[in-house]
């Protein structure tokens, strides 16, 4: 079955910080990566997505990931932080064929300080 | 307009009541789905409709019904409601046929607290 993986439970920066968020996944074939934005209090929103093409993928607000596929990951970068930024960041994978069934990591909470 | 919206936002019931979320999308979208976000904020799907036929149905209680008069609508119903039940669950939609991404635009989920 697949799985996904996100590492860091909780982080902690501070504005202009430098973000990397862990995601692993397992699954043996062809897969669709997606990073989601929980705000606080929210709905979950689209940060980005990989389908295929380029393994770096950027999304908005300055977001980009990239998907190693030896290593099965999908980690979620940002160069520098905003204090906007606070939110939870959820990784999620699908199988690319067969049902659009989206399995999610656990998330990851990042407060971001002033 | 918002594009997936769920009714009610927020829900406070005492056990063995039966409650019933509903979800409309507006955006022409194929699939529906109903997740459940627990208080650790972890995320499962429940159930997937396309075009109004249940195509996934993870292992949920028998108590949790869903149903999809048209596939702009999916609503959710809960009999004889426990305390494990208490979560946010969130309504989704994707286009999946026509060579879609499958992207999927959630609503902005309906917290449901059980007494």
């Known amino acids: 079955a697949q799985s996904v993986s996100q590492h860091n439970h909780h982080v902690i920066l501070s504005e202009a910080a430098s973000l990397e968020l862990g995601c692993n996944y397992s699954y043996g074939g062809t897969v669709n990566l997606f990073w989601y934005v929980q705000y606080p209090g929210q709905h979950l929103q689209l940060l980005l997505k990989y389908f295929s093409g380029d393994p770096l993928v950027k999304g908005i607000k300055g977001f980009e990931a990239e998907f190693i596929k030896s290593k099965f990951s999908f980690n979620l970068r940002k160069p520098s932080v905003q204090w906007s930024d606070t939110a939870e960041y959820f990784c999620a994978v699908k199988n690319a064929g067969g049902y659009n069934k989206l399995i999610f990591g656990a998330g990851t909470r990042l407060a971001v300080h002033p | 307009d918002t594009a997936v919206s769920q009714t009610p936002k927020y829900l406070v019931t005492q056990m063995g009541n039966d409650k019933s979320i509903k979800c409309e999308q507006n955006l022409g979208h194929d699939t529906m789905y109903w997740y459940k976000q627990d208080s650790k904020k972890f995320l499962k799907i429940m159930f997937s409709?396309?075009?109004?036929?249940?195509?996934i149905n993870e292992t949920v209680p028998n108590r949790f019904s869903p149903k999809s008069p048209d596939k702009a609508h999916l609503n959710l119903h809960i009999n004889s409601l426990e305390l494990g039940d208490s979560a946010v669950y969130f309504c989704?939609?994707?286009?999946?046929?026509?060579?879609?991404?499958?992207?999927?635009?959630f609503g902005e989920g309906s917290r449901l607290t059980v007494l």
């Open positions: 409709y396309n075009n109004k036929e249940l195509i």
């Open positions: 989704a939609s994707s286009q999946t046929s026509g060579g879609h991404t499958g992207e999927l635009f």
